[in-house]
């Protein structure tokens, strides 16, 4: 009975075609040509990495691309369990026909030859586009990039800020901004015009959001021109500048940004809570851990003083979660934004869904995002979500408050794509 | 089977006469007039304000109860996933006989007049009270309260002492006590003396317990009076505070209220973790939030002090919960209270009752308490709580325990009212 | 049906023979002389203080074990519901017969009089291993135990560092730490060999592990000689330290301890989060809580340093768990270990145990140790665990990922048995 409901939903919700609205694809090479892409992805190597398997085997350089996948391959027997392998069985099964339940040393190279061959046909990324039931991906662009060169009504611009917050220092980074803006930076007036310029750039270009990606340390906060200048001018003289001017400068960039998604009214994501290079000796982007103890009261000044953005946050700790539950309960401006990284796990995603549900208006809620680097993703996590989400909308909605079928799978529908729609005007 | 099972001790849960061990009720007038009373509650405005009705619109001065009613209505279907408007509904249903399965546009006026119709019956607060269950009240009350012109065996009087320990640098504070006392506060013996007033005043009218809100950076400590003495004197000679001078203030006035309860023998009500105003532009009420940053650590001198007060501790943090149980395992002092605010929702009430049920002794355990402003509330709040716990007995207890259907109804009525008639000795 | 799957899984992981990987069983007196031996555990005295029985009566000098356990049984009825006395009862029943379904001041005469009968005889520790299934005991040993008088393939020693490490300013500590290496501590060098040759004697005696338990506030760093030397001439000179130079003089020997971990191979156990005697007037081994406050950010130097030690890591609280999950995904050397003291009841465990198997590699989780001090406490408490993972394996793989039942077992039998093998080499 109930698992007969659960499938109803299941089967209404998996009718819907999405929006994703935060990956990480590369659109000009958006979907992978071999299985060592989808390999790649730093979930695989950095639990092969954690399982035993020497980071130096994983990126050795001048491997070949098959040559990886086998030696990934050997290990995935230690990560059977993680629901991340499950997703490269799904992948696998959905895709490219394989039939076995797992991914073996015994059955990996025909994998890898179908696979192959599947991805080499010319409209392979608009298959998996079909099939995933894709309408528009977002992406996380670099603040320099052109976007050029693709669609942008299919793959939608996104401006990630990291670097100008907390990589300014750098003399990479303003050179970057320099040539972005074909402009010079020389007092805090001129960082602002540029940082405008990249708003400029990026809203004619179909540009939907912005986007940060914070430690747990920070918290954002206005910084008066004439607190910035002494740093600013210590910066461009190429000085080095002590922690807490650091962490004035990133506050000083960080409110521009603000300010900016204000004026331009583009929705600011907040992806709260990673300390970056927790563990350096670790596989490319497998090095990223966080503190748990990040409060989203760090955010009250800029929750208040911006109250016409919309910030869908996004935090990594599950703890954090009632915390954004209730911050989205009160503040108009504060929405729940998908499951990110090391929360998203069934059971944490479970919780925090039924908590989400239960207490944060319906219109406030972006349900989930991939969160990819290719394309072929964007299947097993949605199902994965979608699976979760049709047994809460089962038992909490139907069984326990006695709601229509109807109405949770239109609250599941909302919650999947109808608040992408809207809260990033797509 | 299983829901079978959980029906059963739920109809038994459902028949208990309940105490209602903290609320806000003003018992001058405990029930509602019109329907905006009820969705006047900061539950339904911070919500609609949430959910982006302007605050100017929510509380215009001089709208009628009507229009105020209308106008939080055309945002109830962005909040109909929340478990608050499934009290709504439910109270609509029970008490004036709803039909429908949500307040709309469409069905919103005749339910206000029905419900209009049947609080204006004489006995309206008589028929709420029998209709919900409820033996005895517990209330609120300001400390400088006369306590009188209401039946204080009903609705049971409970000293609230927010203001004396957070507010007492205001002079109008200060005027209220020594009004209240009939006294002149000069020296920490007069302040002492002033307090002890209070708790001669309220347990001399039935006063069963003290209660304070408290915010996460507050940690109760012993204060010499040589120590108080300069700062007291500051504070009457009209100087502000240091923010160290203030929590020492703060700290002294709060140890002489556990010094009180010892000596009175009253329960005191500790709710940890709320910040007051983080989102000021919010509705009435709607303003607080909190840090989970917080650790019942910052209690180990109060609880190693006092061994004879009781402290039944609500936590407003789900991570707090599991401290909560470990203290109350621990002390013998500290009793597990309720589910507070951010934490009454479904999912966390779940979470948290599982635990305190399986590890804190059954005696120690304060199942719920409405924490209502009106009447109504009780009814559908209690109703959720109980379907939880029915839950948890028949699965946790039944299911997985092996004990009887007796047994598991028999800890259910004591988490529900036994343990409330011990602790607060009523 | 589902239900059925449950029992066949746990059968499965019932049949197992175990390996406990961590208790504090001494070897010269493993099992009980009196059920005053069990109900003397801290759970059971602690519970029963925290209901409400004087410390006094509870370790009155002199009493006899019969009327200890008829002091504490007067108590029982007030823990029903806890899941400590319900391994008390599972005990009762499979080594005793016993009857009922609680131990009341009715029957408990009986009952203690049964245990005591098969208490003594002769064989009743062979007994208890063989109906517990345990094939190999894990020790809390103090690093000056000669190891000598009991088989240490059955009793495998540990090596417990948390005297030298918090309570090196003791001068019986040291003292200790002298006698059993026959030497002169008075130098950084002269400190190192000395704890070099603990670890020496250990692991000739077949030692599986060093172990430590650590305050929430402890954060492992390298400190060099001449760092340290003044803070070692301080203490040997019998100065009191700064609490600055108390927390270097920690990090020393902590740090002194991974490197001989390293050298000697040895997993080093990290029980991360407790505050000791929070609560000084509770009864023996019942003061102990914590902060929950606490992230393993504080670690990142340690699990960098030390790549070849393996840090099977336990945690206090829930909230911690999830760094845990994420720790481990990422660190190589870092190990999930069992579920530790207040988070060892069945809510939290379910929870913790669903994460682990969603992200952990499957080599790299410690399922459960009994963390027992007397042998009897294996039986029930495997039991909770194996039924908790039971169930976590028939939902989470077989219904909700579509594993074979078989699939499922291995998972559970790698988790409960064979990775205390070869994460501890035994």
Redesign the interface.
Known sequence: MSSQLVQTIQAELDSLVLIDPHTHINPHAAASDTLADIMGYHYYT??A????LPREQIEEPGISPKEKVGRLVEKLG???????V?WLVEMSQKFFGFQD?AVTTENWEALYDTAAAKMAEPDWEQQVLKQSGLEKVFLTNDFDDPLTGFDTSLYVPCLRTDDLVFHFTKATTRERLEKATSSTVSDPASLRAAIGQLFEHFTKNGAKACAISIPPTFSPAAVSDSEIEPILASVLAGRELTPDEAAILSQFNFWTLATFCDEYKLPFDLMIGV?RA?????VFQ????????V???QY?EL??AF?QVTFPVSVL????N??L????????NVVTNGHWW??N????IE?DC??R????????QVGYYSDMYKLEFALPKFAMYR?ILAKVLAN??VI?????EE?AIA?GKLNLRGNVETIFDV
């Open positions: 950095e639990l990495h954690s399982a035993g230690d990560l059977d369990n993680t629901v991340q499950s339940v300390n927790v563990y350096p000796a670790g497998g090095q990223d851990l966080y503190d748990s103890r409060s989203l009261i009250q929750f208040n109250p700790a599950q703890t954090s009632q915390e539950v209730s911050y989205a309960w009160i503040f108009p090391y929360s796990i069934p059971p944490h919780l039924r908590t549900l239960s207490a944060v208006p319906q219109t406030k699976r909490d909605f326990d408050r006695g709601w229509s109405r609250l």
